[in-house]
């Protein structure tokens, strides 16, 4: 079993920035996917970066260039660093690991972007 804790999400206006983490723990293979998705008010669940053990990255459309995600091998951590935030980018940020075929998720962390 995986476990993940996010942590960072608050309150910021638009403009701002706001840095999230996330601490994966239990049996975690040296070759997976961490990443980052949110939910929206309303709205399904959609990606938001990826990253790879050997530090490949994607990002969906609307926050390249504004966010960066990163990761600790050594200590099974990821980051996401959000810089210009707007309100749209307002939801729950969920951490996310895939390993060997099976997907496992943080409870997530509130971000609210006001304008």
Known sequence: QVQ???????LVQAGGSLRLSCAASGSIFSFNVMGWFRQAP?????????ITS?????????????F????????????????DLKPEDTGVYHCNLAQRGFGYWGKGTLVTVSS
């Open 68 to 83: 960066t995600i990163s990761r600790d091998n050594t200590k099974n951590t990821v980051s996401l660093q959000m810089n």
């Open 54 to 66: 050997s530090s490949s990255t994607n990002y969906v459309d609307s926050v390249k260039g504004r």
């Open 4 to 10: 993940l804790v996010e942590s960072g999400g608050g």
């Open 42 to 50: 309303g709205k399904q669940r959609e990606l938001v970066a990826t």
